[in-house]
């Protein structure tokens, strides 16, 4: 008995082999660089917002010359570091070596930051576990980031393989 589904395969033995697919195997993205694109995500909307704001001012005081020039400044900095952000992002997200790098520099930025801050709560408080702590966080999460094991595999070139 035939079948009557058009769709079904012939009962015709292959004459030639299929040939393989190559499949590309990631390992999974580390938390530290969930925690870095989560960082930086917060960073790019917020910068957003600064652009429109930044537009406004500039349009505002577009009349007054001597307020312009920081204006214009101000406006072309938040540009900029949206475009950064943004390619931040997405080279971390395509797992280019660039991003990688780059994301450790943001680290260190964030880092230092953090680190100034505590310092100048410690001259006014005097709590040096602090100062020590926050410093230590942010270069544990640049090593978990950056020179993990997890993190050079994630990095790494996509091994391809066929299945």
Not at 31 to 60: D, H
Not at 70 to 93: N, Q, T
Not at 145 to 158: G, I, L
């Amino acid at each position: 008995m035939t079948s009557r589904n058009p769709y079904a395969p012939p009962n015709v033995p292959c004459s030639e082999p299929v040939a393989d697919v190559a499949v590309v195997v990631h390992p999974p993205r580390p938390i530290a660089v969930w925690l870095m694109l989560a960082t930086l995500a917060t960073m790019f909307a917020v910068n957003f917002v600064a652009i429109g704001r930044a537009g406004q001012r500039l349009l505002l005081t577009a009349a007054q010359e001597d307020a312009l020039v920081d204006r214009i400044g101000d406006f072309g900095m938040h540009v900029g570091l949206f475009v950064i952000l943004a390619f931040l992002l997405f080279a971390i997200h395509r797992r280019w070596p660039a991003g990688r790098w780059m994301g450790l520099a943001v680290m260190g930025l964030l880092a230092g930051i953090a680190t100034v801050d505590a310092m100048s709560w410690l001259r006014t408080r005097g709590d040096l576990a602090q100062c020590v702590i926050e410093g230590s966080f942010g270069l544990g999460w640049a090593y978990a980031f950056a020179f993990s094991r997890k993190a050079r595999r994630y990095f790494a070139p996509a091994d391809v393989s066929g299945s």
